[in-house]
Nanobody, 130 residues
Framework: VYLEESGGGLVQAGDSLRLSCAAS????????VAWFRQAPGKEREFVAA????????RYADSVLGRFTMSRDNYNRILYLQMNSLTPEDTAIYYC????????????????????????WGHGTQVTVSS
């Protein structure tokens, strides 16, 4: 599966932004999916994930209640709705995916581990000014 993010940009603190991730190649319904982000000088960190069945979501504590991830399997698009943005949300945002059969071996922590995701987009920059 190939992933391509879009929707990033420069916004002010308190604004909202919606990121999209278009999937091509194999059907995205056969993959668990997630968003990660990487700020300058920091490691890539988990933001949100939805399992391949689409019935379970997980969020980083830092975005819980502000960000919402969704998936549209028919149109092969993932979304990350980001509200109440702060300068600390400034980062490159990446979408990622793992093949569904890998999930049988997952622990709870694995959904949040970038090492478990085999497919990545190139990222989209989000900059939040104060």
């Amino acid at each position: 599966v190939y992933l391509e993010e879009s929707g990033g940009g420069l916004v002010q603190a308190g604004d909202s932004l919606r990121l999209s991730c278009a999937a091509s190649g194999r059907a995205i319904r056969d993959f668990g999916v997630a968003w990660f982000r990487q700020a300058p000088g920091k490691e890539r960190e988990f933001v949100a994930a939805i399992n391949w069945q689409g019935d379970s979501s997980r969020y980083a504590d830092s975005v819980l209640g502000r960000f919402t991830m969704s998936r549209d399997n028919y149109n092969r698009i993932l979304y990350l709705q980001m509200n109440s943005l702060t300068p600390e949300d400034t980062a490159i945002y990446y979408c990622a995916a793992y093949w569904k059969s890998d999930e049988r071996y997952f622990s709870e922590d694995d959904y949040r581990s970038r090492d478990r995701y085999d497919y990545w987009g190139h990222g989209t920059q989000v900059t939040v000014s104060s």
